[in-house]
């Protein structure tokens, strides 16, 4: 999800269908000819298609997503094999054509829904905190950099400030809510690390009250590993879980716990104003991060 803008859902730039997706995988891919294309989801950047059972097509409805879409191609194929979570790395690649003018990607169909509409259970901090670890590892020196992931807070402070005065009205920005960001900003960045960069709900997966897959890696960068840690209250709605999320994780210094609420007052701000715009699920999941910070830990 590149950063919204206030407003809402980016259109389609080119008229996506399955007729255009089964044109491109008898052309590129004709072993695959034989499966049925159905429509999935459609996200902030890209159309996502069913092809048969086992495989998914994700193809950018827009062109600045062309190059998120690449980053996955690059860089989540050598990540994947080592993180203890089913991610959703590419298995084939389309190439640019006369039907469609960008790169597109076919994935394994991961099972499951998304977590803002099929929660984790009460005892998955430990897991997804031990999902974070493993994906916070040193990255090469040719890794990507997101102008805005992974960047000092400071870097993102007019744009979350501009959302924080327009959501001030619904209240949800109280005194602790602005604390939090003002801590956040003052607390300088310590080491950087892989990171997943949009770890909200709608991009991680449960099956049967489990974590079960994790999604969307177009935002995938080196950064600030408390850019991914926010998702402790994007993603969990007890203490309890979250403690057991940074027991997993381990060695949390308390300045990433101080920037990592930060990240989550940015998400929150950003998911909910981007939300009330003309997505109901994305305020949804905005309110409730601002709401849980109230909660510790």
Known sequence: MTAPTGGGTPAEEIDIDAGLVSRL???????????????GAVGWDNVMFRLG??????????????????????????????????VSAPVRIGR?????????????????KPADLAPPGPDQGGVWGGFLRALHRPAPEDAPR????GVPL????????ERLARLRAH?????????????????PL?????????????????????????????????????TDLASLWMLLDT?????????????????????????????GAMLLDAGLVDDPRLAAAGRVTLERLHDGP
Request: proline fraction near 11%; charged fraction near 20%; glycine fraction near 8%.
């Open 171 to 187: 209240g949800v920005v109280t005194p602790m809510i602005e604390e939090f960001w003002s801590m956040a900003l003052q607390t």
């Open 239 to 267: 203490p309890l879980a979250r403690d057991e999320a940074i027991a997993a994780y381990g060695g949390l210094s308390p300045a990433t716990l101080i920037r990592a609420r930060g990240w989550a007052v940015m998400f």
């Open 154 to 161: 400071s870097a993102r402070k007019g744009p979350v400030e």
């Open 53 to 86: 059972d086992d495989l998914a097509v994700r193809l950018p409805k827009r062109r600045v997503a062309v190059p998120l879409l690449a980053k996955e191609q690059i860089f989540l194929p050598t990540l994947a094999g080592s993180l203890p979570l089913p």
């Open 25 to 39: 995988i008898a052309v590129q891919h004709p072993d695959l000819a034989h499966l049925e294309v159905r429509p």
């Open 146 to 149: 997101n102008p805005y992931r």
């Open 96 to 112: 640019p054509g006369d039907d469609f003018p960008w790169t597109w990607s076919i994935l394994p169909w991961l099972p499951g």
């Open 190 to 226: 310590e080491t950087e690390t892989w990171l997943h960069g949009d770890p909200h709900s709608r991009n991680v997966l449960t099956d049967q009250g489990r974590f079960s897959a994790v999604i969307d890696w177009g935002d995938m960068c080196v950064g600030d590993p408390a």
